[in-house]
């Protein structure tokens, strides 16, 4: 159950409201990696997901958000606030201004309204988990700019804080992640291809502008990928030698979630190990 505490997450004090700002912190609100969509994404997941002490998690964070979400609307209100009055600062944001009243929407800072094709919710733990652990990337790196863009202290703490936050749910996560055990790069139950799986297609030829001709099989081969040349150009091409999906190849963790699809093989092969 939420319950609400009638006490910010943290005091957010404003010197000189900046509606223009304001404007641009909606971003945060109603935007793509705003406090809204990480709350939605989390608990949603949290509310699929099958594994105790990562659903726990996963609700836990989502709560959270709903603490920044206040936060930041709190603090977006306080800037628009000039908004209600006068003119010059109600053309900042018309549409805050003349439709909102001077509140706080489910809009981003170009008006657009908040929508839940923002959120990336797979119903695989380990897929959701990664997707979370960039969320969380691209909503530090917003708040990063936000704070480079406004010079009023008390606004700049708050950010500071809610940056901050993002960065500890980010390692939380990867955190989850990481404890569940998997290698890397497994997702889901069928085991990619062998070999067809380490090949980097070398998909372009020529000499840039920066006069580059291979900086992605440099990086390929970091990776222990293999770089194979386009038969356009007289390479070998990638091993397109037919390999039958083998469900439950995989390796797998007791914290997955329930396989989707006809797994049988998987399960068996799974309690045989
Ligand atoms: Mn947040
Ligand atoms: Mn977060």
Same mark, same amino acid.
């Given at each position: 159950m939420y319950h609400h505490v009638k006490e910010l997450m943290y005091t957010v004090n404003v010197g000189v409201a900046d509606a223009t700002f304001g404007n641009m912190l909606l971003e945060q609100f109603g935007?793509?990696?705003g406090e809204l969509a990480a709350a939605m994404q989390y608990s949603i997941q949290g509310l699929n997901c099958e594994d105790a002490a990562r659903k726990d998690l996963l609700l836990d964070i989502g709560t959270e958000e709903l603490s920044h979400l206040e936060v930041v609307g709190t603090l977006i209100r306080m800037h628009l606030? !000039?908004?209600?009055?006068a003119r010059s600062e109600a053309e900042a944001d018309p549409l805050v201004a003349v $439709? #909102? #009243?001077g509140g706080v929407g489910l809009l981003n800072s170009a008006g657009n309204p908040w929508t839940a094709d923002y959120l990336k919710i797979t119903g695989d733990l380990a897929v959701d988990l990664r997707s979370n652990i960039a969320a969380e990337a691209r909503a530090k790196i917003v708040y990063e700019r936000l704070i480079n863009f406004t010079d009023d202290p008390g606004t700049k703490e708050a950010l500071q804080f809610l940056m901050t936050r993002e960065i500890t749910h980010m390692r939380a996560f990867a955190a989850a992640l990481e404890t569940? =055990?998997? !290698? $890397?790069? @497994?997702? #889901?139950?069928i085991a990619p291809t062998p070999g067809l799986v380490d090949q980097f297609y070398d998909d372009s030829t020529g000499v840039g502008e920066s006069g580059t001709t291979d900086g992605a099989g440099t990086i390929a081969k970091r990776a222990g990928l293999q770089v194979v040349e386009s038969p356009i150009f007289k390479g070998a091409g990638l091993d397109v030698k037919p390999h039958k999906p083998v469900p439950g190849s995989e390796k797998t963790s007791p914290? =997955? @979630?329930? !396989?989707? #699809? =006809?797994t049988t093989a998987g399960r068996e092969r799974r309690r045989a190990s």
């Open positions: 935007g793509a990696n606030k !000039p908004m209600k009055k $439709a #909102g #009243g569940m =055990d998997k !290698p $890397a790069f @497994s997702i #889901g139950t914290a =997955d @979630s329930e !396989p989707v #699809g =006809d």
